[in-house]
């Protein structure tokens, strides 16, 4: 199974060091292959330093790839650390 999601960053300091820690932490308990797309750039969900390439800021859309057994659980994961702000105070 394969799934797709445009998510919108909306954490002031996008996706950096500490979110992209948080993101690769949640995605390696799934079985699953998270890949995040952010224009001509993609990265794998586990790699933290992928993510942080991607250069994705507060206001960006990434599209979020899962595949796998889990792919449903894992987008849904995801989605809610992204929509939660990767946990941070505004």
Not at 23 to 36: G, H, I, N, S, Y
Not at 43 to 53: C, E, F, H
Request: overall charge negative; cysteine-free; aromatic content about 2%.
């Amino acid at each position: 199974m394969k799934l797709e999601k445009t998510l919108l960053i909306q954490n002031k300091l996008g996706l950096h060091a500490r979110a992209a820690t948080q993101l690769a932490k949640l995605a390696v308990q799934f079985d699953a292959q998270v890949t995040l797309v952010q224009g001509e750039k993609s990265a794998s969900a586990t790699s933290v330093l992928g993510l942080m390439m991607l250069e994705s800021s507060m206001g960006k859309e990434v599209v979020v790839i899962s595949e796998g057994q889990d792919a449903q659980a894992a987008l849904s994961a995801v989605e809610q650390l992204i929509q939660q702000k990767f946990n941070e105070a505004e």
